[in-house]
């Protein structure tokens, strides 16, 4: 055996009983383990009271949530905006930022190997002959996760990773609801347009009417004065609808990553059936609500954050290696004669530094605090929005009866009302005021009945999108 071998035994043996020595008492990451916050739960959402619960929609994908409404049309642009919107791709550029993270924090478990090589040719002055020197070798250096910084550090990340998921998955979901949002207000604008259409129309031959009254001399001027009025104060608001329309439209195009000018959405009939959304229970709004998670997943962070901070009152460990060549020539770089080897064991240990290992522990404990304080604040702000939506939608649904039962009444007095004029029983200002009422009834159930549905899609977006049996 080679001397140099033998008399390095006993220092592998001694590196070798310290190193396990040290694996043994570190055996366990320093720091708390994680635990998610304590939360109140309610029983049930306090405006679910009385709701009809419906049976979850099995046969639609739980993305595509937006399916309930039936409508081929919002299918084709909500499915677009997973594929298409801005938002939600830097979101998940994100994400994959995030999982690369991960895989850099796990490649530290393991050992980081290095080759050398350099060739250098000296010659001295006068008569002395040029020589050459070429070396060879290749290191290696190892930092066992002892105290369990390391091990903390990868958790971090993947839950950090698992919060850019959730950050995904949140901007997924609002691009999707505001588009159909959007999309609904078209629709909603669409069948105001023809309200408004009709009502055009009923005005001109009013204004015919009342212009041949005048010209019998049976209406005097105020009258043609009054439905010329009428008749232009209703062109302007189908104006006014039509700019409405056009700012949705640019919405939508944006939020399906489409420049404006090359979208155009043709006006159909709108469907305004409102789909019933099953609520379920309140604890299912933890799993479901991504920002949520998202918060949850960022109290993890902080939590191995505070351990990773401990972490620096004990000492750091590496372990080193190196087997190298040295010769004069190339073919002699691995003769046996030319190889030197090392082999180290190091521990590195901060004695003083006023404080500062002590103050990033504090505020690690400090940001793990705060991070539970903003998870909480997060599920209260989720149980309100549930709460807000609940109670949105049971009330519009009442609102829409009465809103009916107006209109109705409205189309009755305005045809009752039109009919006394023509026999010459009112005056043309009642008329007006008939018509005027009219309109306004029939406008707001339109715009009732599209609240309702923004109310449910408000609904589905506060539940944390789609929904499967469970």
Not at 6 to 24: I, Q
Not at 151 to 175: F, K, N
Not at 328 to 348: E, K, M, P, Q, R
Request: aromatic share 8%; glycine share 6%; proline share 3%.
């Amino acid at each position: 055996m080679n001397p140099s071998m033998r008399m390095s035994l006993p220092f592998l043996r001694r590196s070798t009983f310290a190193l396990s020595v040290l694996l043994a008492i570190g055996g366990c990451a320093v720091g708390p383990d994680y635990h998610r916050p304590d939360l109140q739960m309610p029983a049930n959402f306090k405006e679910a009271e009385g709701w009809v619960k419906a049976s979850p929609a099995d046969h639609i994908d739980r993305g595509a949530w937006w399916q309930i409404f039936n409508d081929p049309v919002l299918n084709e642009l909500a499915a677009a905006v997973e594929v298409s919107n801005q938002n939600v791709a830097a979101a998940a550029a994100a994400y994959a930022q995030a999982r690369a993270l991960v895989q850099q924090q796990r490649a530290s478990f393991f050992p980081v190997v290095s080759l050398t090589g350099s060739a250098n040719r000296n010659a001295g002055s006068g008569d002395a002959r040029a020589s050459n020197r070429f070396q060879l070798g290749i290191g290696g250096s190892w930092e066992p996760d002892v105290w369990g910084r390391l091990r903390r550090s990868v958790s971090a990340a993947g839950a950090s990773a698992q919060a850019s998921a959730a950050d995904l998955a949140s901007a997924t979901l609002s691009a999707q609801g505001e588009l159909v949002a959007n999309y609904i207000s078209i629709r909603q604008i669409d069948t105001a347009r023809a309200l408004l259409a009709d009502t055009i129309a009923a005005y001109q031959r009013n204004l015919q009417i009342t212009q041949n009254r005048y010209n019998a001399g049976i209406a005097g001027k105020t009258d043609v004065l009054q439905a010329q009025t009428q008749l232009a104060n209703a062109q302007s608001d189908e104006l006014g609808l039509v700019r409405q329309r056009a700012q949705f439209e640019h919405a939508i195009a944006v939020l399906i990553g489409k420049l404006p000018a090359e979208f155009s959405l043709p006006a159909t009939k709108w469907q305004a059936n409102v789909p019933a959304v099953p609520v379920g229970v309140p604890s299912l709004l933890l799993q479901r609500r991504p920002d949520i998670a998202a918060a949850e997943r960022f109290v993890a962070v902080a939590n191995e954050q505070i351990g990773i901070a401990k972490s620096a009152y004990f000492p750091s460990i590496a372990l080193n290696a190196s087997l190298g060549s040295g010769a004069s020539n190339v073919a002699d770089l691995f003769a046996a004669g030319t190889s030197v080897w090392a082999l180290g064991l190091s521990l590195a240990q901060s004695v003083f530094n006023a404080g500062a290992t002590r103050a990033r522990v504090e505020g690690a404990q400090a940001g793990y605090e705060e991070a539970v304080a903003r998870y909480r604040q997060t599920v209260l702000s989720a149980f309100a929005d549930v709460e807000d939506q609940l109670s949105a939608a049971r009330i519009l649904a009442e609102q829409e009866t009465y809103r009916r039962q107006a209109s109705q009444a409205a189309d009755e007095a305005e045809a009752r009302m039109l009919n006394r004029y023509k026999e010459g029983q009112v005056g043309y200002s009642e008329v007006v005021l008939a018509q005027a009422s009219a309109l306004n009834a029939r406008r707001a159930l339109v715009q009732v009945q599209a609240d309702r549905q923004l109310a449910a899609v408000s609904l589905i977006q506060a539940l944390g999108g789609g929904w499967q049996a469970e």
